[in-house]
């Protein structure tokens, strides 16, 4: 069974300060891909960024980073830097390499203020 | 390049009444996705379309159901609707099954 944890319901932080979401996984495959998405007021869901369960390095683009840790099963999200525009629900998600299924989790709520 | 499209943007329905959601994918994809996203939650798999085939499905009763159409379009049809039903409806698509899933806006559908 596929499960995504994202403990952190709600963030509050002031603009310029810099965040991080977490994410936890469990799953019994091998092959595995991990995602982040943003969800803006509108409800569209925006994907950022897919990691496969294979390459751990961590990635940055501007000011968000990820940190794949298949050790302790996380796959975090930082946002550097943190601006109004980011302010949103963020959903990690979770799919198997040979399955169209996405599991999501619950998501957290990010509030960037003035 | 047109994205994925969903209509309509809200429908508000009563118990019982059925209801039918539409998709269209983004230009060069095949494959469509349906997943229901109940308020503060994430979104839940509903079932895939494949070749105009359900090719994959998720924990919901038979009241849910859909079709694919030859250029790829497809709709979510809901039967007997229930209080619970209400949700956020989201359509993805993708070049193949098992690649990126790309997302509409969704339906917001009310049932009362």
């Known amino acids: 069974a596929q499960k995504v944890t994202q403990a952190q319901t709600e963030i509050s932080v002031v603009e310029k300060e810099d965040v991080t979401l977490d994410c936890v996984y469990e799953?019994?495959?091998?092959?595995?891909?991990l995602f982040w998405y943003k969800q803006p007021p509108s409800g569209e869901l925006v994907f950022l960024i897919r990691?496969?369960?294979?390459?751990?390095q961590n990635e940055i683009s501007g000011r968000y980073s990820w940190n794949f840790q298949k050790s302790t099963s996380s796959f975090n999200f930082t946002i550097t830097a943190s601006q109004v525009v980011d302010s949103a629900v963020y959903f990690c998600?979770?799919?198997?390499?040979?399955?169209?299924?996405?599991?999501f989790g619950t998501g957290t709520r990010l509030q960037v203020t003035l | 390049d047109a994205g994925v499209t969903q209509s309509p943007t809200h429908l508000i329905k009563t118990r019982g009444q059925q209801v039918t959601l539409r998709c269209s994918p983004k230009?060069?994809?095949?494959?469509v996705s349906w997943y229901q996203q109940a308020l503060g939650q994430g979104p839940q798999f509903i079932f895939q379309?494949?070749?105009?085939?359900?090719?994959q499905r998720g924990n919901f009763p038979d009241r849910f159901s859909g079709h694919q159409f030859p250029n790829y379009s497809s709709e979510l049809n809901v039967n007997a609707l229930l209080l619970g039903d209400s949700a956020l409806y989201l359509c993805?698509?993708?070049?193949?099954?098992?690649?990126?899933?790309?997302f509409g806006p969704g339906t917001r559908l009310t049932v009362t």
């Open positions: 993805a698509s993708s070049l193949a099954p098992a690649v990126e899933q790309y």
């Open positions: 799953t019994r495959d091998t092959t595995y891909y």
């Open positions: 990691r496969n369960s294979f390459d751990e």
């Open positions: 998600a979770l799919r198997p390499g040979t399955a169209s299924k996405l599991t």
């Open positions: 230009s060069g994809h095949d494959t």
């Open positions: 379309y494949y070749e105009e085939e359900e090719r």
